[in-house]
């Protein structure tokens, strides 16, 4: 007996199914069956940040590992913000990926792709719904408007991340296409994006800085993770399971959610430290 | 955009390190190399049981996957125990897999090997230490003594698996030889074992009958999975992680307790129903 003879993954042969990228699966799935119908993008983001207790401090469970909190079952909020000292890490770490992708020869992965963003976000009361906003995005420089639009928050699901100094938490959102609002807007926010696309990907690094009616500005440093494109994302989860397509097109929906899952771990688990 | 492009599973172009398997390796690890200085075995096993509250009922935490509990932070019990119906499904189970593994062109696996063992197991009280015991097991045909042991307990996992009929337990032991011990026997019990092996891995299910010293029989249903060659175990240990030696060496702990962990996962979901 001198070493470990080869071992079968289990006694059935393969590994058993990974029940946490599964049930971000389902609950993305369900969100996006169930949701209102109105023309609109389904948007899919992992957001890196913190779930904080009313106190203030982390939140703590009696948990070793990373895992899904039941929605609803615990008084926390999760708070989208990192200390500058991170946001410029995952900058360094980020740029330093985008080059050593793009070497000739780079076999691990595609080349991630980059552009620096500043926008203007101006918020306006929904004359439908006391809830909801409409936000127009705005590029600084030119004042040109790219986009006027409601967003409806259709889902979240936070995930608690012990062993790390990150948590997140997935949003699921439809963002529904509106004519430019009349009147004045309750806030505005500043952002300086870096923004990141790798595959099916973006990966935004954002500094905001909000300022709201009585002009006390506020700099926030988010990192948020989302599906480039929503209409294969709604493509593939019509497809989903489906016996009368074919098997790559009918596993394509948990094949993005996989990757998407792995992405939003790598940056939760990166929050310092060299990548890993 | 008629079906997705191939996807690399993540930025690094590699699945992020499986946090679960890395804790419960970790944990493992721990336990041997700070074990105390004495000649025996170390036992690695999972327990399929349930975790329960001080009141009787499961436990229940706002998780909604399998994850792993910090010791002593929650008053709890594992009860290494299942209905009749589900010992019986299991043996079905184990049985047909058995068959399945074994024909020519099988290419899953390795096959499944089976041993059917009655044993009767008396403990004595350790003289050495209160809350050990000195365990005698004998061949309940022959009454020939089988082993004489003493069980040190080094430490325990609790797995909760909210969306599973079962939660698992994983325990590590040290088994230290001993000689049969005289005086009588506090209590025994008769275990009706199927012993299933397979590649380095023993998953016992067992019927066990107690007997304590007010004479009243309690009947138990257990089921466990255990690593086979303890030498190997302490070996692929010792060179976990060495940069010294071979990189399979160096990985062997790491994959013995891959294999370990994925099969106590289907054993912890075939607590009812077919494989899966």
Redesign the interface.
Known sequence: ?S???P???????????D??IK?IADFIHHMIISRPDLPGNVEVEAKIGLLRERGGGRLS??????????PD??DCRFESNMTAAQHKHFNTLLNE?KISSSQPGY????P?DYHHLRLVDSFYPSETNDREKIRVTRDEKSGAVIECMRKIRLGD?NI?SP?RLADWRVSVNLEVPCSHPVGSSTHQRKKDRMSYS????N?DLTQVTSTNQSGTPEILHELELEIA?P??LL??ASKRGDMNVPE??RN?FD??I??FV??A??LA?NASDS??
């Open positions: 007996m070493s470990l003879p071992l079968s993954l289990s006694i059935l042969g393969v590994e058993p199914l029940e946490f049930e469970l009696p948990v070793l590992v990373e895992t899904i909190l039941t079952s615990i990926l076999a691990s992965s595609s991630l699901l608690y062993k790798h595959e099916e990907f990966i494109r209409a294969l493509l593939t790559n097109e394509a094949e993005l996989r990757a792995n992405n771990r790598i688990r990548w890993h």
